[in-house]
């Protein structure tokens, strides 16, 4: 009987809590035992948070009230959910304030950077150590980048040679910062730096795309130089000698004395004739002789014409042959060989066409001319004999080949400006 009594009392103390629980009813029964045990709880769980020193807790038939001030607004808006969740709390009435004492309102404040300070000063040690590893490392990198070898010996130019100084000052750049956040143990940090710095990155290299490709093509050339300085070149239609490589560009010094300069990004792409490559160079030139003459005889005289010339090379040989027939008559083709470092081609190719010429005409075969001419003729003077044409040959030597030769020599020695191409290097 009396276990039967104490299981009653049991559940029936029980029940309130029960009920608002199951039901969010309030109970009919209380007890200032349960309003006590409601305050004591609320004032140890102020007491753990710090900064409600000024605020007094009281509780009636399960209604709590709070009383006091705080150091701001949002510390006092905050006890009301807090209070709401202890067990047995019909009401919360919340009359707590924000203080306006300055010195209570700035103690926090100066708690936290007293904190914070605190903090810092610990943690000064281990970071001066971290400082000091970096340092150490990234002066170890620097060190090693400033030395002229092997970056020169493995380098095809002085371009090349900082680059790679570049990578390793960057490595060892890297490698500090890692050994360092290692020593903070805030390794993870890294991971967010690179992704940051991965996504920066991809967006300057859309911003910078084409310097990008015109670094990339310097580079790509710097390697494998398809050209040396003097060589005569052709790129994109521009026909010069070779100045320099740059970092940026390829200037080139064309017949007229005018600089041309080309991006590197264009020179790479583009389709290169380089002129100086093999010493012998082939001219071509055409002629057209009547129709009746002996083109088999024809062919042969112009070739031996033009391979008994003293600047003609003998292998390969001249050549001759017929290229169409027109109304006016018939289209022979002849080229000849000569070696371009000592002949001018230009030069070459005109003294080749007048030994021709004056070759056909003494043969007797009429170079036909198509178009038609009124001549209008007075008596007044007596017409002049025709002049007789000399048959010796000309000098073709290549002195104003030699001669832009001399100025870009000078300008390669007059300008300080980077130059990527060297004599040693690889050429393509």
């Known amino acids: 009987m009396r276990l039967f009594l104490f299981l009653a009392v ?42 409600y020193e000024d605020v007094s807790v009281t509780v009636s038939e399960g209604v709590v009230t709070l009383r006091g001030t705080t150091t701001s607004a949002i510390e006092a808006t905050e006890l009301d959910p807090l209070a709401s969740r202890v067990v047995g709390v019909v009401a919360v009435r919340n009359q707590v304030t924000e203080t306006t004492d300055i010195g209570d309102r700035l ?37 090693l980048a400033r030395m ?21 000052r960057i490595v060892f750049v890297v ?14 940090l890294l991971s967010t730096i690179l992704g940051a710095a991965g996504i920066i990155g991809l967006a300057l290299g859309f911003a910078v795309r084409d310097t990008v490709e015109n670094f990339i093509a310097s580079v790509m050339l710097s390697f494998r130089q ?13 026909i010069g000698k070779v ?21 590197n990004a264009s020179v790479f792409k583009s389709r290169i004739i380089n002129y100086t490559q093999n010493a012998e160079r082939r001219f071509m030139f055409s002629i057209m002789v009547e129709r009746d003459a002996d083109l088999q005889e024809t062919r042969t005289m112009v070739a031996n014409t033009v391979q008994n010339l003293p600047f ?10 017929i290229e169409a027939l027109h109304p006016a008559g018939v289209e022979l083709v002849v080229t000849g060989w000569v070696d371009q470092n000592a002949t001018s081609i230009v030069l070459a190719k005109g003294e ?42 000309e000098t073709v030597d290549a002195s104003e080949d030699a001669a832009l030769e001399r100025i870009v020599a000078a300008e390669r020695q007059d300008e300080i400006t980077q130059d990527l191409l060297r004599e040693d290097s690889l050429k393509e």
Not at 23 to 35: F, L, M, R, V, Y
Not at 148 to 168: D, G
């Open 10 to 51: 049991v559940l029936t103390l029980a029940l309130p809590a029960s009920a608002q629980e199951a039901n969010g009813t309030i109970t009919t029964e209380t007890s200032a035992q349960q309003d006590a045990a409601i305050a004591m709880r609320i004032r140890e769980i102020l007491g753990e948070l710090g900064n």
């Open 352 to 393: 080749a066409l007048r030994q021709v010429k004056l070759a056909v005409q003494a043969a007797g075969i009429v170079i036909p001319d198509a178009t038609q001419a009124i001549q209008l003729t007075r008596d007044t003077k007596p017409a002049t004999p025709d002049l007789i044409e000399s048959t010796q040959v």
């Open 107 to 143: 103690n926090p404040a100066i708690e936290r950077f007293r904190a914070r300070f605190n903090q810092f000063v610990t943690f000064l040690p281990l970071a001066l150590i971290a400082a000091a590893a970096c340092g150490i490392v990234v002066f170890l990198g620097f060190s």
């Open 226 to 238: 398809p050209f040396r300085p003097n060589d005569t070149v052709e790129i994109n239609g521009d």
């Open 148 to 168: 002229r070898q092997p970056w020169e010996r493995l380098a095809p130019n002085t371009f090349i040679a900082e680059i790679y100084r570049q990578l390793v």
């Open 312 to 321: 003609v090379l003998t292998e390969p040989a001249a050549q001759t042959w």
């Open 243 to 263: 100045i320099r490589l740059t970092s940026r560009a390829t200037i080139l010094l064309s017949f007229d004395g005018n600089h041309i300069r080309i991006p």
């Open 175 to 188: 490698f500090g910062i890692v050994i360092a956040l290692d020593i903070l143990n805030a390794t993870a």
